[in-house]
């Protein structure tokens, strides 16, 4: 099993960046795939970005390319994604989780495990 747990949040100006984290427990981390995926107010949960397990390679969702890169070090258990040129309808939570298998996908019903969210608020 792995637990997920998320960082990084917060508010920020229109244009402005921002750098969340998802930190994961257990030793098999470098076997899953990872994602991002965000809830806004009033919308269903929808996907952001993806990563294989290798992290060589790399999804995004259209709204999101060229903006924001996800990123992971298999050493520290650890996935990122860095939010630049950050709109007003990019405020939501965002959840990392981890897939079942080792390649990427922005399907969210292929991720098992799951962190709780990090708020991110962007004022226009």
């Known amino acids: 099993q792995v637990q997920l747990v998320e960082s990084g949040g917060g508010l920020v100006q229109a244009g402005g960046s921002l750098r969340l984290s998802c930190a994961a427990s257990g030793r098999t981390f470098s076997t899953y795939s990872m994602g991002w995926f965000r809830r806004a107010p009033g919308k269903e949960r929808e996907s952001v970005a993806a990563i294989t397990a290798t992290g060589y390679s790399t999804y995004y969702t259209a709204s999101v390319t060229g903006r924001f890169t996800i990123s992971r070090d298999n050493a520290k258990n650890t996935l990122y994604l860095q939010m630049n040129s950050l709109k007003p309808e990019d405020t939501a939570v965002y959840y990392c989780?981890?897939?079942?298998?080792?390649?990427?996908?922005?399907?969210?019903?292929?991720?098992?495990?799951w962190g709780q969210g990090t708020q991110v608020t962007v004022s226009s």
């Open positions: 989780a981890a897939g079942q298998s080792s390649s990427g996908t922005l399907n969210q019903y292929d991720y098992i495990y």
